[in-house]
């Protein structure tokens, strides 16, 4: 039997999927952090985005960290170092919602050894997010052999894009691995970094889905 002319297939293309992750990325640390300013759980904001798993914001966050995984795994780019290093971030991304750091008020969230679970979850954050700030720097920027990019060009003002946002997500990664290491590893600075750090993955991914 012939297809309706209605009947048209949902495909999502892998554009789409590059917009889906910059908006995920820019979002998630304003859906977590506005509403805790309402809940009487949460009260304000917490030091961490990892620290929501501990409050009534738990699915929000596993949530679009799953979704994130999700795209970033299917997500395949033009070569083999582009699958890898999508596809490793998207695990990471994986085992960041399915391992969280251990939170001594809540003991039965943890099923394997404390110490295991603040090392494998800091560890997944950490090449996460300097695996998405590689490809910003150096994969998003590549251009087709024999291509010039035109000085004002749109490439141009998109590579700047690219590699501002690729520094700023390492910069930020090891802003926090320090932090980690000193008394200030429970301070509200730690969220500011992870903003700032997600906001432009996020923006990163969004530009270069929409143009």
Known sequence: MAKKNNE???VITFREMRIAVGILGIALPFILILPGLFLSDI????PTISAYYYSSMRGVM???LFAISFFLICYKGYDAWDNWSTNTAGVMCALIALIPEFNAIAPWSCIID???SDLIHSASA???FIILGLISLFLFTR???GKKIKTHGTKAWKNILFRTAGVIIIAMALTLLALHFTPMKSSVINIVCETVMLVS???SWLVKGVF
Not at 43 to 46: H, K, T
């Open 8 to 10: 048209i297939p949902v």
């Open 43 to 46: 009260g304000g904001v917490l």
């Open 62 to 64: 596993t949530g679009i």
């Open 114 to 116: 404390k110490n295991v």
């Open 126 to 128: 950490g090449i996460s």
């Open 143 to 145: 251009t087709h052999e």
């Open 201 to 203: 993955f996020g923006v």
